[in-house]
């Protein structure tokens, strides 16, 4: 039998410590920054809503730690980083899927911007979503800062502006057609002097936007 999940809410309607899925999503969805995380017992989930979020939100859900293998990152390959950049990401359970994303700069791991959880999406829809949020954002600020994204495919489709995706278009994927249609609207009345780069995943490691799922 699997082992019931516990959740962890931070940031949301009614902050809290719930046993479904559902009431988790029903403190969370529509809430703006809404910060959550599942637990594998009760104790760690008590102690995870003392803690804080900022020990434990964007990390990996487990009941085990977790060792990932170090990442050697060459002098050279650092200097390479723009660290006063933004840097972009999805969190996805399933494809498709719940969808999140967030923003964070690049230097310090600071969440810029975070949105979700999305009901039903796709992976390299949300990574989409995320690059343009990013050019948003920065355009509203006025910082032509580098924008990073370790997805191929979203890169690819902000050059086109236009999506090529196999998602169906119903009431279950409203939400992110939604956000997605509108990001390409965006495209299609901005411009930006922004950098936008592929994240060099094999030389730097994970992107400092990664939610840890992988």
Request: one cysteine or more; hydrophobic letters at 35%.
């Amino acid at each position: 039998m699997a082992k019931q999940k516990v959740y962890v809410v931070w940031a949301g309607h009614k902050p809290g410590i719930y046993t479904t899925w559902a009431e988790c999503q029903e403190q969370t969805n529509h809430f703006t920054d809404a910060k959550y995380k599942s637990f594998g017992s009760r104790e760690e989930a008590e102690q995870a809503y003392r803690d804080g979020w900022r020990l434990h939100w964007g990390q990996k859900s487990t009941d085990k730690p977790v060792k990932k293998k170090p990442v050697l990152i060459a002098p050279d390959a650092v200097e390479d980083i723009d660290w006063d950049s933004i840097s972009v990401d999805v969190g996805c359970s399933g494809n498709p899927g719940i969808v999140e994303y967030k923003g964070v700069h690049t230097q310090t791991g600071e969440i810029l911007f975070y949105h979700g959880p999305i009901a039903k999406g796709t992976n390299n829809i949300g990574e989409f979503i995320a690059i343009v949020h990013g050019l948003a954002y920065l355009k509203q600020k006025g910082s032509k800062q580098t924008v990073y994204s370790d997805s191929k495919t979203a890169l690819s489709w902000l050059k086109k502006k236009s999506i090529s995706s196999s998602l169906v278009r119903d009431d279950s994927t409203k939400e992110i057609w939604l956000l997605a249609d509108r990001a390409i609207r965006w495209l299609q009345s901005n411009t930006y002097d922004n950098k936008v780069l592929k994240w060099n995943t094999e030389v730097w490691g994970e992107i400092k936007a990664d939610f840890g799922r992988k």
